[in-house]
């Protein structure tokens, strides 16, 4: 019964809203609505059962003294302190403060240090030797340079961008798009058929 | 109780084998010991349980004779005169040897030559006094292990000493064992590393600090932004159109400039504008575009030519439930709390597939495939995009089959998107950092693989 009754939940729910996508009936529309409003709560309490997660796993860090509690400490104030300030007064410039200067900045500098890494990257992957690798390094310097141009033979670079773009890397692109789609089709149906169970 | 004189087991009285080795317990001629009961073999000089001498014991028995032990009116007078019956203690006499004596012997005639004592007075029979003390100190005395009869192995035994001959028996190797060779380091090394960073971080920041002119080149016009800027155009004004904020800060210095370019170009044409996000950080950028955007036009009003719908959870959910009735999906205004069917922009609006375009601005393609499978695929909702350079191309599938009608991809899409709606070629700062940047990365790829061919040309000539 454990195992049936969530497989009879996720079926019943997965059949109506993929019968609702294809059908046009008045029943059906009112179940697929009143099911995906559900899954926009669960989607909400997903993110809530996250930041629980969250404050009990840095608490228990700090309790036991482990390695990097003081990080942890950090963690906690700044999550709580967002969290009273959002709950009490999330209309007013105390919350957009907080975003606007701890979150926003915090956020952008993590993503600006990407580049550093992916330059590093670049430069030990691009390399001259093997058929692959030289195709790979001719390629992205070509595309590299021809996406920004300022005149000149760069504009030439561009032109031959614009093909690699339009015809290889669409035919690749197009290939990986059609594989993932087949790959989610069949994740559903299995799901939907009950030969796999991702809820257990 | 009998003790076993090999493994020490305590078997009944009247026991022949031991209950737990299986040893011989009576033995012709054993000597059991008169303290402990327990049989030892003949010729054993002190007992192997408590240590007691036999031999002085069997003396002790036949020389001294019977006497009557003292009345002892309290225990502890009692225990000692029982001491001094029994000769030396356990734990003293297990620690005497036969040389020992002789010693003690020799050190007491010695006191008694100092001393004028006969030193046969001194000692007892059974060889201890109470008021001498011993010359020798005990922890000098070596302890003598009990003799200890030969157990057979068991078979545990037997097996770890055949291995053990078996091990010892190989012959030693002779050669010594191979060491693998270190593998080449990946990656670059740590002054390479360093200097990388320190170039691109200059580059990136002297173009925004200084103004270089020949990095002040406006980009070139992709078609996928002159068809963005077209579905746009053809749209009559007043009507609503969904914008989805569908990114977070780390993108936002990528994204922001595409969300306010359309912006612009919405409002500036008398649309309204429905701003959504299924990112929970989406809804506060969608603020701040909107802010810079309504202050660039004060003849646009908050509320009634744009409104802030805030979060959507749910992601795909999130878009089905937006794509079949938006006021029921997104119910309250962001910005200030009230519900969102008393927003003027929302007059009239049911569901998303209903609007005459979405425009999307995505931190990568799977967000910004929910959109086309939701929405442009299954309603043949029209639909722009907006996305992070690095997955623009990623897009030109959608806008090849017809699902995408525009797309503006990064910083150089939105100053491209910016000069075709205002008929004026410009390009930002951002811009000519990111072109520098370009070049620096280039031209270290490039110094990489050179000084990787040096190094091979050089290895062959000394090979």
Request: glycine residues 10%; aromatic residues 6%; contains cysteine.
């Amino acid at each position: 019964m454990r195992r049936v009754v969530p497989a009879l939940i996720a079926l019943v729910a997965g059949a109506a809203v993929l019968l609702d996508f294809f059908l046009e009936n008045p029943l059906l529309d009112a179940l697929g609505a009143s099911l995906l409003d559900g899954a926009v709560i669960l989607g909400a309490c997903a993110l809530l059962l996250g930041l629980v997660n969250l404050l009990v796993v840095h608490e228990r860090r700090i309790r036991r003294r482990e390695r990097g509690w003081g990080t942890s400490v950090v963690i906690l104030a700044a999550a709580l302190a967002s969290l009273i300030v959002g709950l009490v007064a999330w209309q007013t410039p105390a919350f957009a403060w907080f975003y606007r200067y701890l979150l926003f900045p915090l956020e952008a500098s993590a993503g600006a240090l990407l580049a550093f890494a992916v330059a590093q990257a670049a430069v030990h992957a691009w390399r001259f030797g093997r058929l692959e690798g030289s195709l790979l390094l001719v390629v992205g310097l070509v595309v590299l340079l021809g996406s920004l141009p300022v005149g000149g033979w760069l504009n030439g670079l561009a032109a031959v961008r614009d093909w690699l773009v339009a015809v290889p890397v669409l035919a690749a692109v197009r290939g990986l798009l059609l594989g993932v789609a087949l790959g989610v089709v069949a994740t559903g149906l299995r799901v939907l058929l009950w030969m796999d169970r991702p809820y257990e | 109780m009998i003790f076993c004189p090999g493994c020490g087991t305590a078997n009944r009285e009247g026991s022949r084998f031991c209950n737990e080795c299986g040893m011989r317990l009576v033995q012709e001629a054993s000597l059991p010991c008169p303290r402990c009961g327990t049989l030892n073999p003949p010729g054993t000089a002190h007992c192997q349980k408590c240590g007691l001498g036999l031999a002085r014991a069997g003396d002790q028995e036949a020389a001294q004779p019977a006497q009557p032990a003292p009345a002892a009116s309290q225990p502890e007078e009692a225990s000692d005169a029982a001491l001094r019956d029994e000769g030396l203690p356990p734990w003293l006499d297990a620690a005497e040897s036969a040389g020992d004596e002789e010693l003690r012997r020799e050190a007491l005639e010695d006191l008694a030559s100092l001393e004028g004592e006969a030193p046969v007075d001194r000692l007892r029979t059974g060889g201890w006094s109470p008021e001498a003390i011993p010359i020798e100190p005990i922890v000098g005395v070596p302890y003598r292990a009990y003799e200890r009869l030969p157990l057979p192995p068991t078979p545990e035994q037997e097996q770890a000493a055949q291995l053990f001959a078996t091990v010892a028996a190989q012959a030693v190797q002779a050669e010594p064992r191979q060491v693998p060779e270190p593998k080449p380091q990946v990656g670059l090394g740590a002054g390479p590393r360093r200097v990388l960073n320190l170039a691109l971080l200059l580059a990136l920041l002297v173009p925004i600090l200084w103004p270089l002119a020949p990095l002040q080149v406006a980009p070139p016009v992709p078609a996928a932004v002159v068809d963005a800027v077209g579905a746009i155009d053809a749209l009559p004004p007043g009507v609503p159109v969904l914008v989805a904020f569908d990114y977070g800060p780390a993108l936002a210095g990528d994204l922001q400039p595409v969300a306010e370019a359309y912006l612009q170009q919405l409002i500036g044409h008398g649309l309204r504008v429905l701003a959504v996000s299924t990112q929970p950080e989406g809804a506060p950028l969608a603020d701040m575009a909107i802010d810079r955007v309504l202050a660039a036009h004060p003849e646009a009003r908050y509320g009634q030519s744009v409104v802030n719908l805030g979060y959507v959870a749910g992601d795909e959910a999130a878009v089905r439930a937006l794509s079949m009735n938006v006021p029921s999906a997104a119910p309250a205004d962001y910005r200030t709390g009230a519900p969102s069917t008393t927003a003027r922009a929302l007059e009239g609006v049911g569901g998303a597939h209903e609007l005459p375009l979405i425009v999307v601005v995505a931190r990568d393609l799977p967000a910004l495939r929910r959109w086309i499978e939701q929405t442009a695929t299954p309603y043949g909702t029209p639909l722009v995009a907006g996305l992070p350079a690095a997955a623009g191309l990623a897009a030109e599938p959608y806008r090849a089959s017809g699902q995408l009608r525009g797309v503006v991809a990064g910083v150089a899409g939105a100053a491209a998107y910016q000069g075709v709606q205002s008929g004026r070629s410009q390009a930002p700062r951002g811009l000519a950092a990111l072109r520098l940047g370009a070049w620096v990365l280039a031209a270290a790829v490039v110094a990489a693989n050179l000084w990787a061919l040096a190094g091979w040309v050089r290895k062959r000539g000394a090979a």
